[in-house]
């Protein structure tokens, strides 16, 4: 299946025309997006929003991988991992991201485990950004059961520094964890430690490395949210706020991704721009990032249509 297929392009001032349409995906409600670039091609991975459009809340059951090498046209691989997937899970297929490490490609996903109120944060393993991926560890990776562990651990992102040291983050709305992987990636190497003065700071962590600096965004201020961030010069900190990169959206929460695609760097977020879109119900954009000479990011010009 082909998404967006009808992109047109359109007059863009002084920089290149932008080749897509905002949503990207149109033919499926879909939300907070994940992004890998792999072998010239950008895979998006995000959840399906399918709560009825009088729901009051989330209802996500799986997550679909779709990829493009034009950020125009995307394909739709389909369903590649639901909360199903985890025989230890109940249900929720909330804000996940899929890393590549030596070749493998590990989903780290969060989903609930004792009702809705208690998340754990699992993680599959597959060949390929298209998998098959399986349950790696067949137990959370993460658990609300841990010692002093918060019951909601939501949200995982890892990155992957330059010298191979995997860090996993999550949040936990007002409460920002991080801990250490070890080089199998299924599993913690150091204790949990939490990151303070981060202002606002509420869910959707997301750590990219530009150069020798480390952006360390987030959903601040609760819902509705910005996208805020800070920096450091290493994934542990100490951070400088840096302030708002990604203004509101039309839904009352606000998921980026950040990655870079042919020399240029994007920023991947939901709204609920698309027909028939609710909070609950939301559609994944990409627009352009630009950076100052210091090396920060300049407020994202959100386009649409
Ligand atoms: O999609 C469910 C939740 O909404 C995510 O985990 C949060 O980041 C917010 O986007």
Redesign the pocket.
């Known amino acids: 299946l082909v998404a967006n297929a009808a992109a047109l392009p359109r007059s863009g001032g002084q920089r290149a025309a932008q080749q897509w349409s905002n949503p990207i995906i149109q033919h499926i409600h879909t939300?907070?997006p994940a992004v890998l670039v792999h072998q010239d091609r950008v895979y998006l991975y995000a959840?399906r929003?399918v709560a009825p459009p009088e729901a009051g809340d989330?209802l996500?059951n799986d997550w679909h991988v779709f990829s493009s090498d034009d950020l125009s046209t995307w394909i739709d691989h389909g369903v590649r991992l639901s909360w199903r997937d985890f025989s230890w899970s109940d249900g929720a297929a909330?804000?996940s991201q899929c890393v590549e490490r030596d070749g493998r490609f590990y989903w780290y996903v969060?989903i609930s485990d004792r009702g809705p109120a208690w998340f754990s944060i699992g993680v599959a393993v597959g060949d390929s950004p298209l998998g098959p991926f399986r349950d790696a560890r067949g137990t959370p990776l993460v658990s609300g059961s841990d010692p002093g562990a918060p019951t909601l651990n939501?949200?995982p992102t890892v990155f992957v520094d330059e010298d191979g040291q995997a860090h996993l983050y999550w949040?936990s709305w007002w409460e920002l964890r991080y801990a250490p992987l070890a080089d199998d990636m299924i599993s913690l190497s150091g204790p949990v430690q939490t990151i303070t003065g981060l202002p606002g700071f509420w869910?959707?962590p997301f750590l990219h490395r530009r150069g020798d600096l480390h952006y360390l965004s987030y959903?601040a201020g609760g819902n509705p949210a910005t996208i805020d961030y800070a920096t450091s010069p290493s994934p542990t900190g100490p951070w400088t706020f840096r302030g708002t990169v990604n203004g509101r959206v039309s839904s009352p929460?606000?998921?980026q991704a950040f990655f870079e695609f042919r020399g240029q760097w994007y920023i991947a977020y939901?709204t609920s721009d698309l027909p028939g879109g609710t909070q609950f119900r939301?559609s994944v954009c990409v627009d352009r990032v630009e950076y100052d000479a210091a090396g920060l990011m300049r407020p994202v010009q959100q386009t649409r249509g």
């Open positions: 939300a907070d959840g929003d989330f996500i909330y804000a969060p939501i949200d949040g869910e959707a959903a929460t606000n998921h939901h939301r």
